[in-house]
C-alpha cells in the first residue's frame, strides 16, 4: 500500500492506498485513458485526479464498480467526464438512498473519532454515472476495447467487472477482495458464488480486486468456494430454524463478517427481506 501506481500489464496501471486497502485502477490508451473508481469524496477525488495526470495528459472517462462511496464519492473530481455505472448504482447516487447511505457513513466516522474524513465525506457533491449498464457496455480507450459486464448480484446489486481484454486483466470491484473477508452490508450471499463462476470463467490473467493485492483466477475459486459453503450453511440453518450466530461460528473464513452475512441471507431466504432487500449502507 504505497499510494503510488504500479503498472501491471500494458498501461494497466493499479494505484493501492493506504487508506481501506483500496484500488483505483488507470488504464490508458492512445489519445484516452479510462480511471476505474473515484475513492471517498472530493478531495481525495481531487489527489486522485492529479496522481492520474502524472501519468497520463489525455480526457478521461470514470466507471464506478458499484455504488459504495469509496468507489464513488470522488466523481465530482473528474467533471465532465462521462461516469459510466450500473443502472442501481445512478439510482442511488441521484437519490434518497445515497444521501442516507453518506447520513450513516458520516456517523459511523464521527464515532470511529475520524472527523476530517467524517467533514469531507459530508460535503461530497454526489454525482451519479450518467452512462448506464443493464448487462453490457463496450467502450473504446484510445483504440483499446474495454468491456463493462453486471454478472449477476454480489457485493450489491450494482456491481460491475471490466476486462482489458489486450492487457488480460479484469477488474472485480468488490466482488472480489484480498487480504479482508467479503462484507455483506448490501450483499447477496445466496446469489453470489453464481457471479464468482461467471467472473472465473473471464479471469484468464491478472484479477484487480476493490481491496487489497492483484490476485488470480485460482484465487477467485478459492473465494468462489468459501461463498458456496456460506450460502449452502445458510440455507440448511434457515431450513432448520438455526439461530444466524450457530452457523456463523461455521464460517471461520469470514471471521466477524460471517454473522452479518448469515443474517443477510436468512433475511432474503423470507418473502419480506426478498421485497425489501436495498438499503444501501455504503460498505
Do not use: K
Amino acid at each position: 500500500m504505497t499510494d503510488t501506481w504500479a503498472e501491471v500489464a500494458d498501461r494497466v496501471f493499479v494505484r493501492r492506498h493506504r487508506s481501506l486497502d483500496l484500488n483505483v485502477v488507470l488504464v490508458v490508451g492512445d489519445g484516452a485513458c479510462l480511471v476505474v473508481d473515484t475513492r471517498s469524496d472530493e478531495v481525495e477525488g481531487a489527489e486522485l485526479a492529479a496522481a492520474v495526470r502524472a501519468v497520463s495528459p489525455h480526457p478521461w472517462t470514470v466507471v464506478n464498480t458499484h455504488f459504495h462511496y469509496d468507489h464513488a464519492f470522488g466523481n465530482a473530481a473528474f467533471r465532465p467526464a462521462e461516469i459510466w455505472g450500473h443502472e442501481r448504482c445512478g439510482e442511488v447516487l441521484r437519490g434518497p438512498e445515497g444521501e442516507r447511505m453518506r447520513e450513516r457513513i458520516v456517523r459511523r466516522y464521527r464515532e470511529a473519532g475520524e472527523s476530517a474524513a467524517a467533514d469531507r465525506i459530508d460535503a461530497a457533491e454526489l454525482v451519479a454515472p450518467d452512462r448506464i449498464v443493464a448487462e453490457a457496455a463496450d467502450l473504446d480507450i484510445g483504440g483499446r476495447a474495454v468491456q463493462l459486464r453486471h454478472l449477476g448480484r454480489g457485493h450489491t446489486d450494482s456491481d460491475l467487472v471490466v476486462l482489458v481484454p489486450d492487457a488480460d486483466v479484469l477488474l472485480a470491484g468488490d466482488l472480489v477482495e484480498e487480504g479482508a473477508p467479503p462484507q455483506f452490508g448490501d450483499g447477496f450471499p445466496l446469489e453470489w458464488p453464481a457471479t464468482m463462476d461467471a467472473i472465473a470463467e473471464l479471469a484468464t490473467g491478472s484479477v484487480v480486486p476493490g481491496h487489497g493485492a492483484v490476485v488470480d483466477a485460482g484465487f477467485v475459486r478459492e473465494q468462489r468456494g468459501e461463498l458456496a459453503r456460506l450460502a449452502a450453511a445458510a440455507r440448511a440453518g434457515h431450513a432448520d430454524g438455526r439461530p444466524a450466530a450457530d452457523v456463523a461460528r461455521e464460517l471461520p473464513y469470514f471471521g466477524g463478517f460471517a454473522l452479518p452475512a448469515v443474517r443477510r441471507a436468512y433475511l432474503h431466504l423470507t418473502d419480506e427481506g426478498i421485497r425489501s432487500h436495498v438499503r444501501p449502507t455504503g460498505g
